[in-house]
């Protein structure tokens, strides 16, 4: 069973904080995925990663790849009170049809 | 227009009922999937069905079948309801399999 640890569980900052949230395994993925949930709604997808040591960048926001492939992190910076939510990595194989999630970070940002 | 829609987002029922949840994607998707969210907020894939075929059964009890008529639609119907079944199901497509899900609004199931 592929797992997915994602750390801290529990995070809360001050507007305008930097912070960085962790998914880690033990196994390679071809592909792995950051989503945020917010209360009474589904995961929305933020973005793909698909090659080790890729960046992607979305306004504040920075997701690494670990050049393995076995891990990576979500950056904020300036963090604001719409941040708040809970993330979720996910991850997949080639040949694996299941996309498995992490076990989440519940990040609240305070005004 | 509602990407992934589930319905009821509500549901309370008591032990012994039976029930089910309806589940649509207008994406065009070819794939799409059961997920339970427990009430630590983990997500725990149940099912996945590629173009109507069953895929994948993650060892959920089988009062728990899942029927999809056509690729755009997947129901999940639950037999003989236990109180542990109480979570919050996620209906979610994907364009294909093991690529990016796009999930509905859930619905919050609570047996009493």
């Known amino acids: 069973t592929q797992l997915l640890e994602q750390s801290p569980q529990f995070l809360s900052i001050q507007e305008g904080e930097n912070l960085t949230v962790y998914c880690n395994s033990s196994?390679?993925?071809?592909?792995l995925q950051w989503y945020r949930q917010e209360p009474g709604e589904g995961p929305v997808l933020l973005v793909t990663v698909v090659t080790g040591g890729e960046v992607k960048k979305l306004k504040r926001l920075t997701f690494q790849f670990g050049d393995a492939r076995k891990d990576s992190s979500l950056h904020i910076t300036a963090a604001q009170p719409g941040d708040t939510g809970l993330y979720l990595c996910a991850a997949s194989n080639f040949g694996n049809e299941k996309l498995t999630f992490g076990t989440g970070t519940r990040l609240t940002i305070i005004p | 227009d509602t990407a992934v829609s589930q319905t009821p987002k509500y549901l309370v029922t008591q032990m012994g009922n039976d029930k089910s949840i309806k589940c649509e994607q207008n994406l065009g998707h070819d794939t799409m999937y059961w997920y339970k969210q427990d009430s630590k907020k983990f997500l725990k894939i149940m099912f996945s069905?590629?173009?109507?075929?069953?895929?994948i059964n993650e060892t959920v009890p089988n009062r728990f079948s899942p029927k999809s008529p056509d690729k755009a639609h997947l129901n999940l119907h639950i037999n003989s309801l236990e109180l542990g079944d109480s979570a919050v199901y996620f209906c979610?497509?994907?364009?294909?399999?093991?690529?990016?899900?796009?999930f509905g609004q859930g619905t919050r199931l609570t047996v009493v």
């Open positions: 069905y590629n173009n109507k075929e069953l895929i």
């Open positions: 979610a497509s994907s364009p294909k399999s093991y690529r990016e899900a796009f």
């Open positions: 196994s390679v993925f071809s592909s």
